[in-house]
């Protein structure tokens, strides 16, 4: 069976958005360093699975309406025991939960964090 391993993203302040990763979810940084040809990375995440936070050197530019990229990341979507707890992490960190759901097969919001980068969250009964 395969599994997803990670997903790299680029962000503006990998050491600010490792900071509220692991204040909402609880992750932690299992490396960090030198990106292979320049710019900088940090791998938050657990044993299994992590998300690579990676700044290039130098200006970045922000793109279009990922939903109408081709190759665009939508969002990445995290899975939580307590769905009311999370949303008050959310709020504290003083990002706007959206598009609350409750449907097969569980409850759901989403958040747009500093970046501009769609998250879901979602508890599954």
Known sequence: MARLEHLN?????PHATAAWINRIFGWNIR??????ET???IHIGNDDTYIALFR???DQSNTPDTYHTKGGLNHWAVVVD???ETEAKVKA???VPKSHAD???G??????DGDGIEVEVVQYD
């Open 9 to 13: 993203v680029t962000v503006s302040n």
């Open 31 to 36: 490396w960090e360093g030198p990106g292979m």
């Open 39 to 41: 710019g900088y990375s």
């Open 56 to 58: 290039f050197e130098g």
């Open 82 to 84: 307590d769905l009311d």
């Open 93 to 95: 960190e003083g990002f």
């Open 103 to 105: 449907y097969e097969p």
């Open 107 to 112: 409850r759901r919001f989403y958040f747009y």
